[in-house]
């Protein structure tokens, strides 16, 4: 495996966190992807810029007490199906361009 | 799909919005509800800084219309913005001003369709119907340069008397250059309550014959059923008329916010008040939420209830919000030859007021104001 890959959110895609839920919308096809906690996580820290390994020891390690290996290679599996889908890059190296979008904001919930 | 919206109900956040760019025009269609003049526009900063908002607020859904969006100077720098915020983009536009350049920068913007305005296969209709000389040509032009450069594009047919017999080949045009078609006979009243387009509307026989058609309907057979009586009534306590002001709402140019586009119930104004306050503090949006079917004064117990695609926003321009809309009532009874009380009152009304205008009870489709359908509306 490829500690120094990095991802980045495909830039035709549309997205937006709802309810705890990122909601994409894949630019190829219009299909509807809804992602868990830890998927929308590393979707928002996709900047194409940050190694994907630095991803995970940041936000997924630290916060769910995960073995970074076993992390990592989760976190590759699901980047690869992500991509699969069209709605995120996988790459060898860094894609800059995706920093165009900064984070997602967060919808706030009525009270 | 479903499940966002009905996750966005639950959640009171407003998934879809209109926000018309501007209300200028390079266009005078016969048929067009909007003043064109502006009357202070928002400015970009003003745009940008709602973007923001809606961003914040959850919305998913952004529809960028006008008047002629490509009016606007700054248009790519507001489309550049909102998809840099991520929302999923339409355009609505007439693409007279779209060229090669223009259609390659939407392209690259990853918009996730345009819908462009087609009136008529024959550009002597097309044109007469927009005033604007040449408008068929360059229309059509736009919208190959947009389907060639990947975006996804479909035409909007609206009918009128005009151009009432041209769907079918509209539609062929459509399929010939590979877009969508959706084909519309909603002619609504101006933003200012004036109904005079409503004469506009194309005869009762050309509506039959639409509904009628599977390729615009869908299963026509069961678009055209005869009605199937009242929503039950723990039905009508649940259901709710429309996703206006629940999960959708409306931006005018100068920051007004309404329900929906065609119901323009005034509700707040962004440069007064931030936009999420509106949309969760706002009376009036509070108001139309509270309504339910049941609530409904002639529609809870008629007998198309359970099927009629009543626009509360057209029965607010009627005068009552939670009244019967005449022209969905006019439609239900092209669809199903079977009028409800609502028009049998109106048509009576009408017929006192007008004793010279014939003999006898006139049929419900010889109303004034024919029929109003939209078809593929989601
Ligand atoms: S039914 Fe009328 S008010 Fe409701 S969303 Fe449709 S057009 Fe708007
Ligand atoms: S709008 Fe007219 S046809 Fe539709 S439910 Fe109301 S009264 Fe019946």
Redesign the interface.
Known sequence: MNANRYIARAADVAARMIGGEMMIMSGADSSLYSLNETASILWQAADGVTPLAQIVERHICADYAVDPATALRDAEELAQDLARHGILLLADAPVPDATLRDTVPPARESP | ?RE?GA??L????P?GVQLDLTYRCNERCVHCYLDHDDHGEMTTAEIRDLL?QL???????LILSGGEIFLRKDLFEIVEYAR??????KLKTNAVMIRKAKAKRIAAL?V?SVQISVYSHRAEVHDAITKLPGSFRRTIEGARLLKSNGVRVSFANVLMKHNAGDYPEVQALAAELGVGYNVDATITPMMDGDRSILDLNIAPAALEQVFHNSTLVGNAEEFCAPPSGPLAQADALDTLPCSAGHTACYVSPYGDVYPCVQFPLPSGNVRKTRF?DIW?HSPQLKEVRAITMADLQGCSSCTHGSSCSRCPGLAYMEGNMRGPSTQDCEKSFARTGVPSANLLRKQAATARQEPASGAGTPSPLSAKHTVIWMAAQS
């Open positions: 799909m966002m996750k966005a639950k959640l009171g956040i998934l923001d961003a914040a607020a959850g919305v998913f859904f840099k915020l991520m929302f999923s983009v990853g996730e999420l969760q």
